[in-house]
């Protein structure tokens, strides 16, 4: 099984910062990865796959990057809407695994 | 839309079993593959089977192998999760998922909540 390791747990940013969020994978998933958003008594929303692209209606200020076994989510300016919690997702073998998730929440 | 609306949660005892249904509407639901994920009171995200389209395949993660059964009827667009010999541990919100992209979950039901209790 791959394990999912995302880091920080928690991530306290300011309205307009930028938020980097980590995601290591155990072993090389390639570019099958993808970033979820899920907000408090909300279901899980996709926001990107393929490691990097960006989900329809997802905004720009989303964007994805790495391969391999080393992902980042950044955010490039936080609004109110963006705190919640992030997870990634890798779909390259089975079983699919998640990260244990990322919290960001306003400082 | 593409509309994803669970049902058939509930509590239930240790050892009962549980089906949940997925009603399916707004896409061609017989052309994609889906899926259940579970969540945990306070937990992550926790991937528990998937079904392609024609449910040639079928795949299931390890804690509810032998235990739940995936399947589908493409003529009532509707995915279902057989479940049996619950436990406590099965305790969570339970999601309808579509694979889309890349086989990343695109659209994502509201949920329905098992509780596992005697």
Same mark, same amino acid.
């Given at each position: 099984?791959?394990?999912?390791?995302?880091?920080?747990?928690?991530?306290?940013?300011?309205? #307009?910062?930028?938020? *980097? $969020?980590?995601?290591?994978?155990? +072993? !090389?998933?390639?570019?099958?990865?993808?970033?979820? %958003? /899920?907000?408090?008594?909300?279901?899980?929303?996709?926001?990107?796959?393929?490691?990097?692209?960006?989900?329809?209606?997802?905004?720009?200020?989303?964007?994805?990057?790495?391969? #391999?076994?080393?992902? *980042? $989510?950044?955010?490039?300016?936080? +609004? !109110?809407?963006?705190?919640?919690?992030?997870?990634? %997702? /890798?779909?390259?073998?089975?079983?699919?695994?998640?990260?244990?998730?990322?919290?960001?929440?306003?400082? | 839309?593409?509309?994803?609306?669970?049902?058939?949660?509930?509590?239930?005892?240790?050892?009962?079993?549980?089906?949940?249904?997925?009603?399916?509407?707004?896409?061609?639901?017989?052309?994609?593959?889906?899926?259940?994920?579970?969540?945990?009171?306070?937990?992550?995200?926790?991937?528990?089977?998937?079904?392609?389209?024609?449910?040639?395949?079928?795949?299931?993660?390890?804690?509810?192998?032998?235990?739940?059964?995936?399947?589908?009827?493409?003529?009532?667009?509707?995915?279902?999760?057989?479940?049996?010999?619950?436990?406590?541990?099965?305790?969570?919100?339970?999601?309808?998922?579509?694979?889309?992209?890349?086989?990343?979950?695109?659209?994502?039901?509201?949920?329905?909540?098992?509780?596992?209790?005697?």
């Amino acid at each position: 099984e791959i394990v999912m390791t995302q880091s920080p747990a928690t991530l306290s940013v300011s309205p #307009g910062e930028r938020g *980097t $969020l980590s995601c290591r994978a155990s +072993q !090389s998933v390639t570019s099958n990865l993808a970033w979820y %958003q /899920q907000k408090p008594g909300q279901a899980p929303r996709l926001l990107i796959y393929g490691a990097s692209t960006r989900a329809t209606g997802i905004p720009a200020r989303f964007s994805g990057s790495g391969s #391999g076994t080393e992902f *980042t $989510l950044t955010i490039s300016s936080l +609004q !109110s809407e963006d705190f919640a919690v992030y997870y990634c %997702q /890798q779909y390259n073998n089975w079983p699919l695994t998640f990260g244990g998730g990322t919290k960001v929440e306003i400082k | 839309e593409v509309q994803l609306v669970e049902s058939g949660g509930g509590l239930v005892k240790p050892g009962e079993s549980l089906t949940l249904s997925c009603a399916a509407s707004g896409f061609t639901f017989r052309s994609y593959s889906m899926n259940w994920v579970r969540q945990a009171p306070g937990k992550g995200l926790e991937w528990v089977s998937s079904i392609t389209s024609s449910s040639t395949y079928i795949n299931y993660a390890d804690s509810v192998r032998g235990r739940f059964t995936i399947s589908r009827d493409n003529a009532k667009n509707s995915l279902y999760l057989h479940m049996n010999s619950l436990r406590a541990e099965d305790t969570a919100v339970y999601y309808c998922t579509r694979e889309g992209m890349e086989s990343s979950s695109d659209y994502w039901g509201q949920g329905t909540l098992v509780t596992v209790s005697s």
